[in-house]
């Protein structure tokens, strides 16, 4: 397994912009598949975007599909989601997740490394 910490969270408010970042320790951080994938109160963890492992394939759920952007930076042992044009409905516990599959697709049951979660907050 590997280490995942979240950063870059927040109270941004509806159309801004936001940029998580998960940084990974342990084993090496190019073997994995990584994703994001995100709560709200009272629903399911839902899938957001997931990155191959070496960053040629990306897939996004639809509600995020033009406005997030995940991309990773190996050498830096490091994935990110840009979110730009934020609703109120984005907001969440973001989580950072790492699957030692090549293609896990959006089953959370794939990944095997979670991160701890960073607070989404889009006013309105």
């Known amino acids: 397994q590997v280490q995942l910490v979240e950063s870059g969270g927040g109270l941004v408010q509806a159309g801004g912009s936001l940029r998580l970042s998960c940084l990974a320790s342990?084993?090496?951080?190019?073997?994995?598949?990584m994703g994001w994938f995100r709560q709200s109160p009272g629903k399911e963890r839902e899938f957001v975007a997931g990155?191959?492992?070496?960053?040629?394939?990306?897939d996004y759920a639809d509600s995020v599909k033009v406005r997030f952007t995940i991309s990773r930076d190996n050498a830096k042992n490091t994935v990110y989601l840009q979110m730009n044009s934020l609703k109120p409905e984005d907001t969440a516990v973001y989580y950072c997740?790492?699957?030692?599959?090549?293609?896990?697709?959006?089953?959370?049951?794939?990944?095997?490394?979670w991160g701890q979660g960073t607070q989404v907050t889009v006013s309105s």
């Open positions: 342990g084993r090496a951080f190019s073997g994995y598949f």
């Open positions: 997740a790492a699957s030692p599959s090549a293609a896990p697709g959006r089953r959370m049951t794939f990944f095997d490394s």
């Open positions: 990155i191959t492992r070496l960053g040629t394939g990306t």
